[in-house]
């Protein structure tokens, strides 16, 4: 199972059960046909950035960190000062051009920030193309991003 297929299924598992121990976590991954390691397991939190908050029935179990808009919104802005090159529109489609290497993280924060707004988002290592549900919608995002960029 590749990583990116763990994180996922580790984020699934979280939302789903209360887990309040890494042991727990390797068991469940395992249950499911994921060969983990409890070291593996113990990277894959920190790559996550999992916290521990108060369970239901005491204790504390794993979660993902929930992030502001305002959070979201200061690290979109201070990474399009860094890294932002271009932007252009059409029909239901805006396209950002960065610097190489920030496509990524700009594309997952926009995903995040703009959830509401976007059908779908594509990126490669410097361009991000993201497909609006309506004229509307792509006419927000675009503004929403000339502001970031200025």
Not at 13 to 18: H, N, Y
Not at 41 to 53: M, P
Not at 101 to 124: R, T, V
């Amino acid at each position: 199972m590749r990583k990116e297929e763990r994180h996922q299924l580790i984020i699934q598992l979280i939302e789903e059960e209360s887990i309040q121990k890494q042991e727990e976590l390797v068991a469940a991954l395992q249950a499911r046909n994921a060969e983990v390691t409890q070291a593996t397991v113990s990277r894959d939190i920190k790559e996550l950035k999992l916290i521990k908050v108060p369970a239901a029935n005491g204790g504390y179990r794993y979660s993902i960190p929930v992030e502001s808009d305002e959070d979201m919104s200061e690290k979109l802005n201070k990474l399009l000062k860094n890294a932002f090159v271009s932007l252009d529109q059409m029909d239901k489609f805006v396209v950002l051009k960065t610097l190489p290497g920030n496509a990524s993280a700009i594309a997952n924060l926009i995903d995040k920030y703009f959830d509401e707004e976007l059908f779908a988002i594509l990126n490669d290592d410097d361009n991000i193309l993201m497909i609006a549900k309506t004229i509307q919608d792509k006419e927000n995002l675009f503004q929403a991003l000339q502001k970031y960029t200025q």
